[in-house]
């Protein structure tokens, strides 16, 4: 098969990675791809959002199959436009990835089929908003309706907090259009997960579960980011909460989404609190998460490009995929000044190094080739992932690969994994 991948980050040089090693996948492309990704695919310049030069792409390259990474392009129909020329795709349609392009949509949607979820109002008016915030008291969560990458929620924990974010989004647009409605939700008390599953329109294979780390700094303090560190499973879920999952998240989702018109094809990643009632949904969203993404590709045996053929062809009801009993997990590193403004340009050195330490692979968020140097050119820049028998030895192990990487322009959170390692410590 000739296979294109859509994007340029973490999680698509995971995929990458990942493909590269099927023995069906004969030629891989990827757009526009990064420094790392070069290394197991050939990268071309189109940009994962311009959806008319990527079907031209993959038109003149004869392409079988383009697995789409990131949420915009999914977002703005590149799926439905492959298909318009013959093209076979893994995501989902326009129609159905708005579950991830509308946070008002997606509540509505729980609503509707009765999928766990914390209690909202949706406002196009910052007056009403403010009032509904008064009514219910902090703490409270405000959220741009939109897509404003991974950044659009506020937790406030004074109602004067929840006005300001109100402000910022509605009025002051901080995230342009993606504000021009807002939802404002009751705070759910929890530890949360990511969950994964396959899904072909009708039938949903449990993946994996994983639990990313949000905030920027050590502890869970500062700013939200896109996830600064993940692992993978995490004890949280076990056997039976997996099934819980199923059964009353990722099942009605499915069943809701196709008795609705718009039938889901691809991964369906799940963010849930797990509070003392059970599981609830934070959001869902339409792609594998990064840099949760690194560390399923590391667990999975089984090879990815029939899993993904078969979610696009509606096969998966006989399908099984098989993981490694170890633990994988991501440290990412990031540069100065994310998730505000991030300093570009500075070098990295040193991966050649990390990347001979067995056990350890380092996937490139951000990179970019200036002459025979690697240099910083995002926000995440490097997620360094390895594998252990528990999530203190992954742990150990990420971080003997993060030391090794010299990059006085970047930093990273020391912590990752530090509710399961704490956990691992009391047994
Ligand atoms: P979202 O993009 O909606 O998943 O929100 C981003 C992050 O904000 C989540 O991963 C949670 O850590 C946090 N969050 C969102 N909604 C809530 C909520 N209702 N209660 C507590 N935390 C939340
Ligand atoms: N790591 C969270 C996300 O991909 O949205």
Same mark, same amino acid.
């Given at each position: 098969?000739?296979?294109?991948?859509?994007?340029g980050g973490g999680?698509?040089h995971a995929?990458c990675w990942?493909?590269?090693?099927?023995?069906?996948?004969?030629?891989?492309?990827?757009?526009?791809g990064n420094p790392g990704i070069a290394q197991v695919a050939?990268c071309?310049?189109?940009?994962?959002?311009?959806?008319?030069?990527?079907?031209?792409?993959?038109?003149?390259?004869?392409?079988?199959?383009?697995?789409?990474?990131?949420?915009?392009?999914?977002?703005?129909?590149?799926?439905?436009?492959?298909?318009?020329?013959?093209?076979?795709?893994?995501?989902?349609?326009?129609?159905?990835?708005?579950?991830?392009?509308?946070?008002?949509?997606?509540?509505? &949607? #729980? +609503?509707?089929?009765?999928?766990? %979820? @914390?209690?909202?109002?949706?406002?196009?008016?910052?007056? /009403? *908003?403010?009032?509904?915030?008064?009514?219910?008291?902090?703490?409270?969560?405000?959220?741009?309706?939109?897509?404003?990458?991974?950044?659009?929620?506020?937790?406030?924990?004074?109602?004067?907090?929840?006005?300001?974010?109100?402000?910022?989004?509605?009025?002051?647009?901080?995230?342009?259009?993606?504000?021009?409605?807002?939802?404002?939700?009751?705070?759910?008390?929890?530890?949360?997960?990511? &969950? #994964? +599953?396959?899904?072909?329109?009708? %039938? @949903?294979?449990?993946?994996?579960?994983?639990?990313?780390? /949000? *905030?920027?700094?050590?502890?869970?303090?500062?700013?939200?980011?896109?996830?600064?560190?993940?692992?993978?499973?995490?004890?949280?879920?076990?056997?039976?909460?997996?099934?819980?999952?199923?059964?009353?998240?990722?099942?009605?989702?499915?069943?809701?989404?196709?008795?609705?018109?718009?039938?889901?094809?691809?991964?369906?990643?799940?963010?849930?609190?797990?509070?003392?009632?059970?599981?609830?949904?934070?959001?869902?969203?339409?792609?594998?998460?990064?840099p949760?993404?690194e560390?399923?590709?590391m667990?999975?045996?089984?090879?990815?490009?029939?899993?993904?053929?078969?979610?696009?062809?509606?096969?998966?009801?006989?399908?099984?995929?098989?993981?490694?009993?170890?633990?994988?997990?991501v440290v990412i590193m990031a540069a100065?000044?994310?998730?505000?403004?991030?300093?570009k340009g500075t070098v990295i050195q040193g991966l050649d190094d990390a990347a001979k330490i067995p056990g350890v692979q380092v996937f490139h968020a951000g990179t970019k080739a200036n002459g025979s140097a690697i240099v910083a050119n995002g926000?995440r820049v490097l997620a360094v992932t390895a594998?252990?028998?528990?999530?203190?030895?992954?742990?150990?192990l990420a971080y003997k690969g993060v030391d090794t990487i010299k990059w006085p322009g970047g930093f990273c959170?020391?912590?990752?994994?530090?509710?399961?390692?704490?956990?691992?410590?009391?047994?």
């Open positions: 098969m000739r296979v294109l991948v859509v994007g999680r698509e995929l990942a493909l590269s090693a099927s023995p069906l996948c004969d030629v891989l492309y990827c757009a526009p050939t071309l310049p189109v940009s994962a959002e311009d959806v008319p030069s990527l079907v031209a792409l993959a038109q003149k390259e004869k392409i079988d199959f383009v697995v789409v990474g990131p949420e915009a392009p999914l977002v703005a129909g590149l799926v439905d436009a492959l298909a318009a020329v013959g093209i076979k795709a893994f995501g989902p349609s326009a129609k159905a990835a708005r579950l991830e392009g509308s946070k008002a949509f997606m509540k509505d &949607f #729980f +609503a509707r089929h009765n999928i766990p %979820t @914390a209690a909202y109002g949706r406002f196009t008016d910052a007056a /009403k *908003a403010k009032a509904f915030i008064d009514a219910k008291g902090a703490p409270i969560v405000v959220k741009a309706d939109g897509l404003a990458a991974g950044k659009g929620v506020i937790i406030a924990k004074t109602t004067a907090e929840a006005h300001a974010a109100v402000d910022s989004i509605m009025t002051e647009k901080v995230f342009g259009a993606a504000g021009n409605e807002v939802v404002v939700e009751e705070f759910l008390e929890g530890e949360e997960v990511s &969950f #994964f +599953a396959l899904v072909d329109g009708t %039938t @949903a294979l449990p993946l994996a579960s994983a639990q990313d780390h /949000k *905030a920027v700094g050590d502890g869970d303090t500062g700013p939200n980011t896109g996830g600064m560190g993940a692992y993978s499973p995490t004890p949280l879920v076990n056997d039976a909460l997996q099934a819980r999952i199923m059964k009353e998240v990722i099942a009605p989702t499915v069943s809701g989404l196709a008795a609705e018109g718009s039938p889901f094809k691809g991964v369906l990643f799940a963010g849930l609190m797990i509070t003392k009632e059970g599981p609830k949904t934070l959001e869902f969203n339409v792609r594998f998460g990064d949760e993404c560390v399923l590709m667990r999975l045996k089984s090879d990815l490009l029939p899993a993904l053929t078969a979610s696009a062809d509606g096969q998966l009801k006989n399908f099984d995929l098989r993981w490694k009993d170890e633990t994988a997990l100065n000044g994310y998730p505000g403004t991030p300093q926000g594998t252990g028998k528990s999530v203190s030895e992954a742990q150990a959170r020391r912590d990752i994994g530090w509710r399961a390692v704490a956990r691992e410590k009391t047994r």
